[in-house]
């Protein structure tokens, strides 16, 4: 066999081989004959006239993101720059009019975005913008979908993903919302104050009370001793007049000796006059005569019942 054989043999090969192709998942295929459109091909392996058809172009029917950064400004003049992500696919049977309608597809669906965000955020206020981003995404959606559709183009979803205002306006509503927390911390701070003198106040009225009630029982006890010390000297023969005398002395000699048990205490009796001061030592005297007079009239008591007792026994 001449070599000529094997040269033809081989280029018949090659020829054969040349029409033949495959197309992946999630693609669809473009042939032409002569420049003309032929025919889509869907995925898998397909045949087509060498050297006659070919391949125009290959299309990818899976969903893609086209991110696009719009700079606009809001209705308080307040300039921002907003991240709209727009995710969206070719139609499968649609094939035809986005590989020839469109050169440039995604120039396209940005232009469209700028139109739409650009006309309806300046009629929204900073915090609006913020509040309402999904209607700014759907407005952007429903529009490219009326838009896009005729080439072949479906819109998934429309996302606002990222609000970025002026820096200085950031620092400014970063003051803001600092003094407004400061405000509302000061708030709590003077309501936690004004419940801690409230109830300071409510324990101190009812410390003085329980002390009032105190001293109250204290006097009362103190009394109905002094009751009892009276009713007891009353019936060993010594009159009122005098029980009383020789309680004032003994609780005089009592507080001197209160007094005389604190280290540098010094007490100072100065009387008002001569004749006052003669006064209190005539009746100091008078106190203890009538004190001795009570002991001894105690001591002859107990020594009458002594003998009485021993009478008996």
């Given at each position: 066999?001449?070599?000529?054989?094997?040269?033809?043999?081989?280029?018949?090969?090659?020829?054969?081989?040349?029409?033949?192709?495959?197309?992946?998942?999630?693609?669809?295929?473009?042939?032409?004959?002569?420049?003309?459109?032929?025919?889509?091909?869907?995925?898998?392996?397909?045949?087509?006239?060498?050297?006659?058809?070919?391949?125009?172009?290959?299309?990818?029917?899976?969903?893609?993101?086209?991110?696009?950064i719009v700079e606009t400004k809001t209705k308080d003049d307040v300039f921002v720059k907003l991240k709209v992500s727009v995710q969206y696919?070719?139609?499968?049977?649609?094939?035809?009019?986005?590989?020839?309608?469109?050169?440039?597809?995604?120039?396209?669906?940005?232009?469209?975005?700028?139109?739409?965000?650009?006309?309806?955020?300046?009629?929204?206020?900073?915090?609006?913008?913020?509040?309402?981003?999904?209607?700014?995404?759907?407005?952007?959606?429903?529009?490219?979908?009326?838009?896009?559709?005729?080439?072949?183009?479906?819109?998934?979803?429309?996302?606002?993903?990222?609000?970025?205002?002026?820096?200085?306006?950031?620092?400014?509503?970063?003051?803001?919302?600092?003094?407004?927390?400061?405000?509302?911390?000061?708030?709590?701070?003077?309501?936690?104050?004004?419940?801690?003198?409230?109830?300071?106040?409510?324990?101190?009225?009812?410390?003085?009370?329980?002390?009032?009630?105190?001293?109250?029982?204290?006097?009362?006890?103190?009394?109905?001793?002094?009751?009892?010390?009276?009713?007891?000297?009353?019936?060993?023969?010594?009159?009122?007049?005098?029980?009383?005398?020789?309680?004032?002395?003994?609780?005089?000699?009592?507080?001197?000796?209160?007094?005389?048990?604190?280290?540098?205490?010094?007490?100072?009796?100065?009387?008002?006059?001569?004749?006052?001061?003669?006064?209190?030592?005539?009746?100091?005297?008078?106190?203890?005569?009538?004190?001795?007079?009570?002991?001894?009239?105690?001591?002859?008591?107990?020594?009458?019942?002594?003998?009485?007792?021993?009478?008996?026994?």
């Amino acid at each position: 066999m001449e070599i000529s054989t094997y040269i033809f043999i081989f280029i018949t090969v090659l020829i054969v081989i040349s029409g033949i192709f495959v197309v992946k998942q999630q693609t669809s295929a473009v042939v032409e004959r002569f420049g003309k459109f032929i025919a889509t091909r869907k995925p898998g392996l397909h045949i087509k006239i060498p050297l006659i058809d070919k391949i125009a172009g290959r299309v990818s029917l899976r969903i893609l993101q086209l991110d696009v950064i719009v700079e606009t400004k809001t209705k308080d003049d307040v300039f921002v720059k907003l991240k709209v992500s727009v995710q969206y696919k070719i139609l499968a049977d649609k094939v035809y009019d986005a590989f020839y309608k469109l050169d440039f597809p995604q120039d396209q669906i940005t232009s469209y975005v700028f139109d739409v965000v650009r006309a309806v955020v300046p009629k929204m206020r900073l915090d609006d913008v913020f509040e309402k981003k999904d209607e700014i995404a759907n407005a952007v959606k429903s529009e490219l979908n009326d838009a896009m559709i005729n080439y072949g183009y479906d819109i998934i979803k429309a996302l606002v993903t990222d609000i970025d205002p002026d820096g200085e306006v950031k620092t400014a509503m970063n003051r803001i919302n600092a003094a407004e927390r400061e405000k509302i911390a000061a708030q709590y701070e003077g309501d936690a104050a004004r419940i801690l003198i409230v109830e300071k106040a409510k324990a101190e009225a009812e410390s003085k009370r329980l002390q009032g009630q105190g001293i109250a029982d204290q006097r009362r006890e103190i009394a109905r001793g002094l009751e009892e010390s009276v009713d007891v000297l009353n019936n060993v023969g010594i009159n009122s007049q005098e029980a009383s005398a020789l309680i004032v002395v003994t609780q005089h000699y009592d507080t001197l000796q209160s007094i005389g048990e604190e280290t540098n205490s010094n007490l100072i009796l100065l009387p008002n006059s001569p004749q006052a001061g003669s006064d209190m030592l005539n009746n100091m005297v008078a106190s203890f005569t009538a004190s001795n007079q009570i002991g001894e009239a105690m001591k002859k008591e107990n020594q009458k019942k002594i003998d009485k007792e021993g009478g008996k026994s």
